[in-house]
């Protein structure tokens, strides 16, 4: 445990902390486990101030977590907020995954998720602030990768004709869903932004808890949902580069989707619409920022060889050509669900 640990801990009114570890599996945050004489728990973090901007966050952070606990909806506990640190109440008998491997750990996502927008549906004013703005406009994305193939920094625009041949198949998709919210067809709702199992935990009997509230901001509930088609129906990891191996499972795709419509009643028709072509509409967004961060240099997502991010955008377009086969099959589930 370091000073500035102990004073942060103390401040909160902790002064029996006995053992201050490393904990869990995130890149972005430093997350610590306390352990104290009492046998009360805490995860204690450090948010990343080079991402965020910490008192923005403090701001959702905090009015989320009070609303959900005014409503007597389970969720994360702060215990303690001096930026950059705060404090959490630990989840005790609740465990998490990093992948999913059976089609019931999808429906669980599908549930926690739509629960998760449901309880906060009805959030009073003000709007939340954007943590990070335009994250999911999917044409802001695109000026992007164009940006960084115009510079092309690195020399590798011409390794990569055919993924750009791809991205030029899909532009005329790429601003639907901003469109509808344009218009008004598709409503502005709270949104967590980073829908993955991995941040659902869930105790014995089935209760889920929605964890890491750091991208929880406006957006649209369709973006929420085709991450959840992106991560929790791949076959394969995002950075597989044998792409016979990169698919999405129908069967986890049917039982994502029950979990969701279980609990998302409050979805409008335009959003049930989309469901299927959000989940086509976040892969192909994050493959072309894949792509990007590849043209760039590799500066922003952390790589573990030269062509890692070119692998991972390939990977995410092939997972978009296997949900556009699949997308008669995957809109009549949806039907048959709602």
């Known amino acids: 445990m370091t000073d500035e640990q102990k004073k942060v801990l103390e401040a909160a009114g902790i002064v029996d902390a006995t053992d201050v570890s490393r904990y869990g599996s ?15 728990r805490y995860i204690l973090q ?8 910490v008192d923005l966050l403090k701001t959702n952070v905090v009015r989320v977590t009070e609303f959900l606990k005014s409503k007597g909806v389970k969720s994360l506990e702060v215990v303690g907020y001096d930026n950059p640190w705060r404090i959490y109440k630990f989840l005790e008998g609740y465990t998490s995954r990093d992948v999913v491997s059976e089609p019931h750990q999808a429906y669980d996502v599908g549930r926690a998720f739509a629960k998760f927008q449901n309880d906060l549906a009805d959030i009073p004013p003000p709007r939340l602030e954007d943590i990070i703005p335009k994250f999911h406009d999917t044409p802001n994305r695109l000026k992007q990768l164009d940006d960084a193939a115009a510079k092309d920094v690195k020399g590798r625009l011409k390794s990569v004709a055919a993924e750009m041949a791809f991205v030029d198949s899909w532009r005329k998709n790429a601003s639907r869903i901003v469109d509808l919210m344009a218009a008004g067809e598709i409503p502005e709702r709270v949104t967590h932004n980073d829908t993955k199992i991995n941040n659902v935990m869930i105790d014995a009997n089935g209760e889920a808890v929605v964890i890491d509230l750091d991208t929880t901001m406006p957006g649209s509930a369709l973006f929420d949902f085709g991450d959840m088609v992106r991560t929790s129906t791949a076959a394969a990891a995002e950075d597989e580069a044998d792409l016979s191996k ?11 989707a029950k979990g969701y419509l279980e609990g998302a009643k409050f979805l409008n028709e335009a959003e049930r619409a989309n469901l299927v072509f959000s989940g086509k509409l976040a892969t192909f967004e994050v493959g072309i920022r894949f792509l990007a961060d590849y043209l760039a240099g590799d500066v922003y997502f952390h790589t573990k060889y030269d062509d890692h991010n070119l692998v991972r955008a390939r990977n995410q377009f092939q997972m978009v050509r296997s949900l556009e086969e699949q997308t008669a099959d995957f809109e009549a589930i949806v039907k048959g669900l709602s």
């Open 246 to 256: 990169v698919f999405a499972k129908r069967e986890y795709f049917e039982a994502l």
């Open 46 to 53: 450090r948010v990343n101030t080079t991402i965020f901007d």
């Open 26 to 40: 995130g890149h972005i945050n430093e997350t610590y486990k306390v352990e104290t004489a009492s046998g009360v």
